[in-house]
C-alpha cells in the first residue's frame, strides 16, 4: 500500500484547529480523510451551520470518508446517542441529507462506527443486531441508489462472528468496503486478543470472499498512542499497518487530543486516548509526522530502519550513550566505534536531523551500532538500554533555554527526571550485577547562572571582566547559581549525578560545558549557535543576534570535548564524584561578531546582521578556567577557535548545504 490516509474528528466550533491542522495534514502526502458527521451533533443548535462550514473545507483539499453515528438523544429507543432510531428509515433519510447538501466532497459514505462498542451502539438493546441490520440495509440502498458508495463501520475489537452474519443477513452484498479497527500494542493486546495484521485480515477476507467477493478492506482506523514517549514505536506501527493486506490505510490520528477534552469515557479515563496523534496537541510534530513532511513514506521507511538495537557478540558489553544521535554524542560514538567497540545509541530523534548522524555511524560501524529509539522519560526503556553498559555517558537533553521557557515541565522531565531515570538504572544494574558502571554527564556553565555579579568592561568588538584576575576564567569553585529552568534542570540534574556517586557509589563525574561546536552539529538559532551562524551565513540568510553582540564565549570543537570524555572515563576511580569546567579557555573566548567576522573572511561575503533584546538567562561573559580538568587528566583545548570554524564551514558547506548555496574560501 502506498497511499495513506488518517482519522481526524473535530467537535463543533473547533473552527481554529480546522485551520491550524489543515495544511500540515495535507502536507503530510495524506490521500484520505476519515473525519465523522454526527446525527446527533447536526440535529443539535447550530449543527447544521457547523458542518456547513467544515464539509466543504475538508473536502476542498482531501478525499473525504465522512463516518456518519450517533442517534440523536430525541429519536432514540434508549434516549442516548448509542441507541438505535425509534423509526430505523431516519437513518436512510439523514443519509440522504448528507448526500444532497454535501455528496459532491465525497464518493464514500461509511455506516456507523464500532458497532460493537457500546458506546457507539448500544447492542444490549438489540442482542442480535436485528435493529443494526435494517437500519444499515435501508442506509446502505439508498446510498447505492443516489450513486455513493457505503463502507460498512469496523468492530472494534475486531469480531469475525459479527462480520459473519452481516454476510448472513445481506449487509455485505451493499458495501464497496469494511472497515477494520485494530489498534496492536495500545488497545489490542499482543499477548492476548491480537493475533498480526496478516492473521485478522486473512479472516476477514476469507468471511468477505464467502458472502461478498470483490468488496475492499479499508483499515478505517488504527493507531497507536505514545503515552511512554516511544515515538519510533509508533513510527514503525505506521509502516506495519501501511504494509498490511488491505486496500486502504487511515492512521487514528493526525492530532493528540487537547488536555482539556474529555473522550466518550470521561476526562482523562485513559491517558492512551491524549497520545494517538502524530502532532502533539501544541502542534508540534512527533517522529511520524515529521518524517512523512520530509520524504513521506520512503523517508519513514529509512528512518524506521534506523531502530535495529540488536545485541553484541557473546561477553561484549556496550558504551551506552543517551543522546548519542546528537551533535556531541555521535562524535562520541565514532571514538569509540572506530577502536571497534560496540556502542548503544539511546536516542529518541526528537532534534531535528539528528537521524542522518545515525545512519552514518550505522553506514560507517554496521552492527556494533545499536540504535535504541527510545525516551528518557521511560524508565523502562532507559533500565534495559542501561543493563548491560560497559559505562553510560549521558548527553540526551533538551537543550535549549528558549524551549524550556515555553516548556519549563517537560524541560524538567527529561534533564531532571530523565537524569534521575539514568541514575536508578545503574544503581539497579550495580545492585543486581556488583558491576561498577561509570556514568559521565553532561552538564552545563549554566549551572553558574547569568553571571551577574562580575562586573563586564565594554569594549569596541567584545566585553572583558572588569578585574583582571577573573580573566583566566570561571573555576569549579564559584557557587551555583540556577536560572532558566534549562539552568535548572540541568544543575538539579548535575547535582543528582554527584550525589549518586557519595550515596550510593556509583563511578560518576560531570563535565559542565561551554559552547561546543564542529562537525554533526545541527545548529539553530535556540541552540549551536556557531554552526547556526555559518549555516545561515552560507544559506546567504540573516543572522540575528541577540544582545550587542559582543558577548564572549569560550569556544570548545568537539574532538576536543570528546577527547574529555574519554580522560575522565578512563580515570573515572580517581575522579568519581567530581565536576570539571569543560570549554575552550581563555584562548578560545571570543564574543558573536568576531566569530561572525571570521566567517566573512572564510566564506567571503559580509553575512547578514541584525540585533534584537538580550534573551533571559544569557551571560555577557563566560570563559571556563578548565585548569582542574588539565591536571587531573592532562587534557588541552587543542584547537583554535578559527581553525575549528574554518573546518566547521567546510564540513557544513560539503555535507549540509546544497552545492550551489555554499561556498568555503579559506
Ligand atoms: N553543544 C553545546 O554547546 C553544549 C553546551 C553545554 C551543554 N551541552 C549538553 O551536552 C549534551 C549534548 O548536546 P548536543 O549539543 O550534542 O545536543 P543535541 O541536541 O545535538 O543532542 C542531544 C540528543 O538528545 C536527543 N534527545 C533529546 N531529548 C531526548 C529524550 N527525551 N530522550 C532521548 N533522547 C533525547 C536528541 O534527539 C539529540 O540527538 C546535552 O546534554 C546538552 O545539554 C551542550
Not at 476542498?60 to 434516549?79: A, F, N, W
Not at 459473519?164 to 499482543?190: C, I, K, N, Q
Amino acid at each position: 500500500m502506498k497511499d495513506f490516509g488518517f482519522v481526524e474528528w473535530f467537535r463543533p466550533g473547533d473552527r481554529a484547529r480546522v485551520e491550524q491542522v489543515m495544511p500540515a495534514l495535507e502536507a503530510s502526502g495524506a490521500a484520505w480523510l476519515r473525519t465523522h458527521i454526527s446525527w446527533a451533533d447536526y440535529h443539535a443548535p447550530g449543527g447544521q451551520e457547523w458542518y456547513d462550514w467544515l464539509l466543504p473545507r475538508l473536502g476542498r483539499r482531501m478525499e473525504l470518508l465522512p463516518c456518519l453515528h450517533y442517534t440523536p438523544p430525541s429519536l432514540s429507543r434508549t434516549g442516548k446517542s448509542s441507541g438505535a432510531p425509534r423509526e430505523l428509515k431516519d437513518f436512510a433519510d439523514f443519509t440522504d441529507l448528507v448526500m444532497t447538501r454535501y455528496g459532491e466532497h465525497f464518493e464514500h459514505i461509511e455506516l456507523w462506527n464500532e458497532p460493537n462498542n457500546l458506546l457507539d451502539y448500544d447492542w444490549r438493546e438489540d442482542p442480535g443486531y436485528e435493529l443494526f441490520c435494517e437500519m444499515i440495509h435501508m442506509a446502505a440502498n439508498w446510498i447505492r441508489e443516489r450513486g455513493w458508495k457505503p463502507v460498512l463501520g469496523g468492530p472494534c475489537p475486531f469480531d469475525p462472528a459479527w462480520l459473519e452474519l452481516m454476510g448472513e443477513r445481506g449487509v455485505l452484498d451493499y458495501m464497496e468496503a469494511v472497515g477494520f479497527h485494530g489498534f496492536p500494542g495500545t488497545w489490542d493486546s499482543e499477548n492476548g486478543s491480537w493475533s498480526g495484521w496478516a492473521q485478522h485480515l486473512g479472516e476477514m477476507r476469507a468471511i468477505l470472499e464467502r458472502h461478498s467477493p470483490g468488496t475492499q478492506i479499508w483499515i478505517t482506523e488504527t493507531g497507536y498512542s505514545t503515552w511512554r514517549k516511544d515515538d519510533m514505536e509508533q513510527a514503525r506501527r505506521f509502516v506495519q499497518a501501511l504494509d498490511a493486506p488491505a486496500e486502504r490505510m487511515y492512521w487514528y490520528a493526525w492530532q493528540d487530543l487537547q488536555p482539556e477534552v474529555a473522550v466518550q469515557e470521561g476526562h482523562w479515563f485513559d491517558p492512551r486516548h491524549y497520545h494517538l496523534g502524530a502532532i502533539d496537541a501544541d502542534g508540534r510534530p512527533k517522529l511520524l509526522a515529521r518524517m512523512l513532511a520530509q520524504g513521506g513514506t520512503s523517508r519513514l521507511r529509512e528512518v524506521t530502519r534506523l531502530y535495529a538495537p540488536g545485541l553484541p557478540g557473546q561477553g561484549r558489553r556496550p558504551v551506552v550513550i543517551t543522546g548519542g544521535a546528537g551533535f556531541v554524542g555521535s562524535n562520541l560514538a565514532e571514538s569509540f566505534l572506530a577502536e571497534g567497540r560496540d556502542v548503544l545509541v539511546f536516542d529518541n530523534l526528537s532534534r531535528p536531523g539528528v537521524e542522518e548522524n545515525l545512519a552514518w555511524l550505522r553506514a560507517r560501524h554496521r552492527d556494533l551500532v545499536h540504535p535504541m529509539a527510545a525516551d528518557l522519560r521511560d524508565s523502562r526503556a532507559v533500565a534495559d538500554a542501561v543493563g548491560d553498559a560497559d559505562a553510560v555517558f549521558h548527553l540526551a537533553a533538551q537543550t535549549a533555554v528558549t524551549t524550556s521557557l515555553h516548556a519549563p515541565v517537560e524541560d524538567f522531565e527529561v534533564n531532571a527526571r530523565g537524569t534521575l531515570n539514568v541514575l536508578e538504572a545503574v544503581r539497579a544494574t550495580m545492585g543486581s550485577s556488583g558491576r561498577r558502571v561509570p556514568v559521565i554527564f553532561a552538564s552545563t556553565n549554566k549551572v553558574y547562572g547569568a553571571l551577574e555579579d562580575l562586573e563586564i568592561r565594554e569594549g569596541s568588538e567584545a566585553v572583558r571582566p572588569a578585574d583582571q584576575r577573573h580573566e583566566g576564567g570561571v573555576d569549579e569553585s564559584r557557587p551555583l547559581d540556577f536560572c532558566t529552568p534549562y539552568g535548572c534542570s540541568k544543575g538539579v540534574a548535575d547535582q543528582y549525578v554527584l550525589d549518586y556517586a557519595a550515596s550510593y557509589g556509583v563511578p560518576a563525574a560531570v563535565l559542565r560545558m561551554s559552547c561546543i561546536y564542529g562537525p554533526r552539529q545541527f545548529g539553530t538559532e535556540d541552540q549551536g549557535w556557531v554552526a547556526h551562524f555559518l549555516i545561515s551565513a552560507l544559506k546567504g540568510q540573516k543572522i540575528t543576534i541577540y544582545g550587542s553582540g559582543r558577548q564572549v564565549r569560550d569556544l570548545c570543537e568537539v574532538s576536543d570535548a570528546v577527547q574529555a570524555y574519554r580522560l575522565v572515563h578512563d580515570r573515572i576511580d580517581a575522579l568519581t564524584g567530581r565536576a570539571f569546567n569543560l570549554g575552550g579557555g581563555k584562548r578560545n573566548a571570543v564574543s558573536l561578531r568576531q566569530v561572525v567576522a571570521e566567517i566573512a573572511r572564510i566564506t567571503g561575503t559580509e553575512p547578514q546582521v541584525t540585533y534584537d533584546t538580550w534573551r533571559q538567562g544569557d551571560q555577557p561573559w563566560f570563559v571556563a578556567d578548565t585548569t582542574a580538568l588539565t591536571e587531573a587528566t592532562g587534557w588541552q583545548a587543542r584547537t583554535g577557535w578559527r581553525d575549528g570554524v574554518a573546518r566547521l564551514a567546510s564540513w557544513l558547506a560539503e555535507h549540509r548545504i546544497p552545492a550551489q548555496e555554499g561556498s568555503v574560501t579559506a
